[in-house]
């Protein structure tokens, strides 16, 4: 049987490679706005706490997130080049070494927990309960880790239901141990926060199990498992890490740029907190579709670069930039007219549900500017791009987004606005540099695929 038949690469199209993703993502977001939810029927305190130790969390996700989303360029790549062989090398080689790089944070944060919190400025009435989640969660993060890079793997090979259904599965689990943990259901003791990093971590576990076994019919146990025995993979990892870390780099950058914002809000008090965890969780859907067509639009780019259809991929990226503003400007809008039945579902507070509203007013402003990183900024990278995507973020991250943070937030006393105003120019501005750089072509140089022997 033909390597060929294990991908869907020539029939598949942006649609059919969308539509999973996204209903992945949302399944994602949902499983941590049912944490946030049912743990605010338990305790606002108990949000907040969870909250600032996922901010935490989502620095090591970007850390696994550097080789997975090296596997899926250079997957999509070589499938678009034919170069089956390669691709199956590669899915091998990035499988074990997100495993040891996640088993290695995976003891770092269990043993550092309170220091890393400690310096996010955490309220001491929060500390007991954001440790404990840490060190669970962050005590198995390399369950995150198997999870993105299996899936990057199944996604760049065309079949993106399979990690829509792993997800489905794990929420179901998830809001079932949320259920059991924090309620106290079948006699079961009350947890709290303890319950819901089991829960979490339990429905991972079974996740990249079951990913695993997707994974092996999918490619028909053809990937060579035993590769790593005959020699080390050093032009693997070489390729992995030449687009790895310069994508890491940028998410390193947004992601440290927002712990530093969050340390501003932590000075502002438990109730800011919480108000940026709960408008944050509504706004999420509105982006919700810029990420998937941004990751779908990135799968079917690089298949168009590993076949050099440079000019397809060219209009492919503005087609989807141009659907996804749209769709999330559109979502961002229902959102704000239905945004103080929203927070009500989440908490009573007047004062969280006031400043809240205003908040995700802000956000369609914001909306359209995100929308060009998310999709442009992935066209960059599946091209071969990596590194000019970082020098922006580096620049504008910090010497805006946090800069006018803590101007407009701190010292004008504009508190949460201040920081909304922030972060809306700070998506405008990198979103428009990248959009320009697209319109450069300058990536049609960069493929990885290109530094190989030329395709007879």
Same mark, same amino acid.
């Not at 490679?17 to 939810?37: K, Q, S, Y």
């Not at 947890?191 to 076994?213: D, W």
């Not at 101007?407 to 922030?422: C, D, H, K, M, R």
């Given at each position: 049987?033909?390597?060929?038949?294990?991908?869907?690469?020539?029939?598949?199209?942006?649609?059919?490679?969308?539509?999973?993703?996204?209903?992945?993502?949302?399944?994602?977001?949902?499983?941590?706005?049912?944490?946030?939810?049912?743990?605010?029927?338990?305790?606002?305190?108990?949000?907040?706490?969870?909250?600032?130790?996922?901010?935490?969390?989502?620095?090591?996700?970007?850390?696994?997130?550097?080789?997975?989303?090296?596997?899926?360029?250079?997957?999509?790549?070589?499938?678009?080049?034919?170069?089956?062989?390669?691709?199956?090398?590669?899915?091998?080689?990035?499988?074990?070494?997100?495993?040891?790089?996640?088993?290695?944070?995976?003891?770092?944060?269990?043993?550092?927990?309170?220091?890393?919190?400690?310096?996010?400025?955490?309220?001491?009435?929060?500390?007991?309960?954001?440790?404990?989640?840490?060190?669970?969660?962050?005590?198995?993060?390399?369950?995150?880790?198997?999870?993105?890079?299996?899936?990057?793997?199944?996604?760049?090979?065309?079949?993106?239901?399979?990690?829509?259904?792993?997800?489905?599965?794990?929420?179901?689990?998830?809001?079932?141990?949320?259920?059991?943990?924090?309620?106290?259901?079948?006699?079961?003791?009350?947890?709290?926060?303890?319950?819901?990093?089991?829960?979490?971590?339990?429905?991972?576990?079974?996740?990249?199990?079951?990913?695993?076994?997707?994974?092996?019919?999918?490619?028909?146990?053809?990937?060579?498992?035993?590769?790593?025995?005959?020699?080390?993979?050093?032009?693997?990892?070489?390729?992995?890490?030449?687009?790895?870390?310069?994508?890491?780099?940028?998410?390193?950058?947004?992601?440290?740029?927002?712990?530093?914002?969050?340390?501003?809000?932590?000075?502002?008090?438990?109730?800011?907190?919480? $108000?940026?965890? &709960? =408008?944050?969780?509504? /706004?999420?859907?509105?982006? #919700?579709?810029? *990420?998937? %067509?941004? !990751?779908?639009?990135?799968?079917?780019?690089?298949?168009?670069?590993?076949?050099?259809?440079?000019?397809?991929?060219?209009?492919?990226?503005?087609?989807?930039?141009?659907?996804?503003?749209?769709?999330?400007?559109?979502?961002?809008?229902?959102?704000?007219?239905?945004?103080?039945?929203?927070?009500?579902?989440?908490?009573?507070?007047?004062?969280?549900?006031?400043?809240?509203?205003?908040?995700?007013?802000?956000?369609?402003?914001?909306?359209?500017?995100?929308?060009?990183?998310?999709?442009?900024?992935?066209?960059?990278?599946?091209?071969?791009?990596?590194?000019?995507?970082?020098?922006?973020?580096?620049?504008?991250?910090?010497?805006?987004?946090? $800069?006018?943070? &803590? =101007?407009?937030?701190? /010292?004008?006393?504009?508190? #949460?606005?201040? *920081?909304? %105003?922030? !972060?809306?120019?700070?998506?405008?501005?990198?979103?428009?540099?990248?959009?320009?750089?697209?319109?450069?072509?300058?990536?049609?140089?960069?493929?990885?695929?290109?530094?190989?022997?030329?395709?007879?």
């Amino acid at each position: 049987m033909k390597s060929e038949n294990t991908t869907k690469v020539g029939k598949i199209t942006l649609f059919a490679l969308t539509w999973p993703i996204f209903i992945e993502i949302l399944l994602h977001m949902l499983m941590g706005n049912a944490d946030t939810l049912m743990l605010s029927q338990y305790d606002d305190n108990a949000v907040a706490a969870v909250g600032v130790a996922n901010q935490i969390m989502s620095i090591i996700i970007v850390m696994f997130g550097f080789v997975a989303t090296g596997t899926t360029i250079l997957i999509a790549q070589n499938l678009g080049a034919k170069r089956h062989k390669d691709a199956e090398q590669i899915s091998v080689v990035s499988i074990f070494a997100n495993l040891a790089f996640g088993l290695l944070l995976s003891i770092a944060l269990y043993l550092f927990g309170k220091q890393m919190l400690l310096l996010m400025n955490l309220p001491e009435e929060l500390m007991s309960q954001s440790l404990v989640y840490l060190q669970v969660v962050g005590g198995f993060a390399f369950f995150q880790s198997l999870l993105m890079t299996v899936g990057a793997i199944t996604k760049s090979y065309g079949f993106t239901k399979d990690a829509m259904y792993v997800t489905i599965g794990m929420n179901i689990l998830n809001v079932f141990g949320n259920y059991v943990f924090i309620f106290g259901a079948f006699g079961v003791p009350v947890l709290g926060v303890t319950g819901v990093a089991i829960s979490t971590v339990a429905s991972r576990g079974i996740g990249v199990l079951v990913l695993f076994i997707l994974l092996y019919k999918r490619i028909r146990g053809k990937l060579p498992w035993s590769y790593l025995l005959e020699k080390f993979p050093k032009e693997e990892l070489k390729q992995l890490l030449k687009i790895g870390i310069p994508s890491a780099g940028e998410h390193l950058s947004y992601n440290g740029s927002q712990m530093v914002i969050t340390y501003f809000i932590a000075s502002m008090g438990t109730v800011a907190l919480t $108000t940026r965890v &709960y =408008t944050i969780n509504l /706004v999420m859907f509105a982006f #919700l579709f810029s *990420i998937a %067509i941004g !990751q779908g639009t990135q799968i079917l780019i690089g298949y168009l670069i590993g076949d050099r259809k440079y000019k397809e991929a060219y209009q492919r990226c503005l087609n989807s930039l141009w659907i996804g503003i749209a769709v999330s400007t559109f979502l961002t809008i229902v959102i704000a007219f239905l945004r103080e039945p929203l927070l009500m579902i989440f908490t009573d507070n007047s004062d969280i549900i006031q400043l809240g509203g205003i908040l995700i007013i802000l956000s369609i402003l914001m909306e359209p500017g995100r929308a060009f990183n998310l999709i442009v900024i992935n066209c960059l990278r599946a091209a071969g791009d990596v590194k000019y995507p970082v020098y922006i973020g580096i620049i504008v991250m910090w010497g805006v987004s946090v $800069t006018v943070s &803590y =101007t407009a937030g701190i /010292v004008f006393g504009l508190g #949460l606005i201040g *920081i909304w %105003i922030a !972060q809306i120019l700070d998506e405008w501005i990198r979103g428009l540099l990248m959009l320009k750089r697209w319109k450069s072509r300058k990536w049609e140089q960069m493929s990885f695929i290109s530094e190989k022997q030329p395709l007879k």
